[in-house]
């Protein structure tokens, strides 16, 4: 059973850090490429950043500079570093991976920055 958790989320002022973590289970993990996705209010969820298998690493637009997405292949854990958070990044976030051609996602954690 693939079970994804996330956590870190939080109440951060305009500027500030948080580090979103998703541990795994259920999957080999180092194999699959993880990802984090975000829903704004009113919103369809997005990507925001993945990491693949090898290390590599893509990025939505609007965070590259200041988000960081990060793997622990012994930890079967994936972290997103935002740094420098804006309004526009409140809304929840949501870890993913694929195990052919089924998606599974966590249960999100809420991010809010307040301006």
């Known amino acids: 059973q693939v079970r994804l958790v996330e956590s870190g989320g939080g109440l951060v002022q305009n500027g500030g850090s948080l580090r979103l973590s998703c541990a795994a289970s259920?999957?080999?993990?180092?194999?699959?490429?993880m990802g984090w996705y975000r829903q704004a209010p009113g919103k369809q969820r997005e990507l925001v950043a993945r990491i693949h298998s090898s290390g590599s690493t893509n990025y939505t637009d609007s965070v590259k500079g200041r988000f960081s997405i990060s793997r622990d292949n012994k930890r079967n854990t994936v972290y997103l570093q935002m740094n420098n958070l804006e309004p526009e990044d409140t809304g929840v976030y949501y870890c993913?991976?694929?195990?052919?051609?089924?998606?599974?996602w966590g249960q999100g954690t809420r991010v809010t920055v307040s301006s």
């Open positions: 993913n991976t694929n195990r052919g051609p089924d998606p599974f």
């Open positions: 259920g999957i080999n993990f180092k194999i699959h490429t």
